[in-house]
């Protein structure tokens, strides 16, 4: 059972646009939701995080929205730049719980 | 800088070779670390959570006897691939979770890139 879902697979942005990433989960007992971003060859790298309590956060160009009542949330880039093109995965835990559960990942291509 | 150091980057080995790669929590204490395997394009799969100085819990579908944990200091989680094959070829990767509560990020190791001729 896949337990968070995310979309797109891929995405294509020119510079200067907003990247947009969707992810929904089902199981409401997450209470933290982390934004990865995975360059070729590396592991994740931490990227943004948000809890349920807050519907938006943003460090920088990055932004976390978040629904509670819809069960979903989405990480904006914006004015993405070529240097963004990388892999991004969002992620989910519960509780005390300390695995993570990660969405399948969208690719992003920043075209210069 | 590095929060977790993972080694090696890459190796490659014949098959039937056992190979162990080493992951370290560089900044801080981790009782738990996690390992997990990553096939080309795709997410991360948790494998196994590592405890320090008790037995690693499996995740399921993941042969323990294949896929050995040992977790002896609080700095130090290692994964050894007995015996390992062609299909075992992936990118495997060790996080760290900051903090006792478990309500801290949790960073990645730079992975290794395992290819089994």
């Known amino acids: 059972q896949q337990q968070v879902k995310q979309s797109p697979q891929s995405l294509i942005v020119q510079k200067g646009g907003i990247s947009i990433i969707n992810c929904a989960y089902e199981?409401?007992?997450?209470?933290?939701f982390p934004w990865y971003q995975q360059f070729p060859g590396k592991g994740p790298a931490l990227l943004i995080a948000i809890r349920p309590d807050v519907s938006e956060k943003k460090e920088g160009r990055f932004t976390i929205s978040f629904n509670k009542s819809a069960k979903q949330f989405s990480l904006h880039i914006m004015d993405s730049q070529p240097g963004d093109s990388a892999t991004y995965f969002c992620?989910?835990?519960?509780?005390?719980?300390?695995?993570?559960?990660f969405g399948s990942g969208t690719q992003l291509t920043v075209l210069p | 800088g590095a929060v977790v150091s993972q080694h090696p980057s890459w190796v490659i080995c014949k098959s039937g070779t056992s190979v162990k790669i080493e992951c370290r929590s560089l900044?801080?204490?981790?009782?738990?670390m996690f390992w997990y395997r990553q096939f080309p394009k795709q997410s991360l799969m948790l494998m196994a959570t590592s405890n320090e100085g008790s037995k690693a819990t499996y995740e399921q579908g993941v042969e323990k006897d294949k896929f050995l944990i040992n977790h002896a200091s609080l700095t130090l989680s290692t994964l050894t691939v007995t015996s390992a094959h062609p299909e075992d070829s992936s990118f495997y990767i060790c996080?760290?979770?900051?903090?006792?509560?478990?309500?801290?990020?949790?960073?990645f190791g730079d992975g290794t890139r395992l290819s089994i001729l």
């Open positions: 900044d801080f204490q981790a009782t738990t």
């Open positions: 996080s760290v979770g900051q903090g006792a509560s478990g309500n801290q990020p949790q960073h």
């Open positions: 992620a989910a835990r519960r509780g005390s719980a300390r695995q993570l559960t």
């Open positions: 199981n409401t007992a997450f209470d933290y």
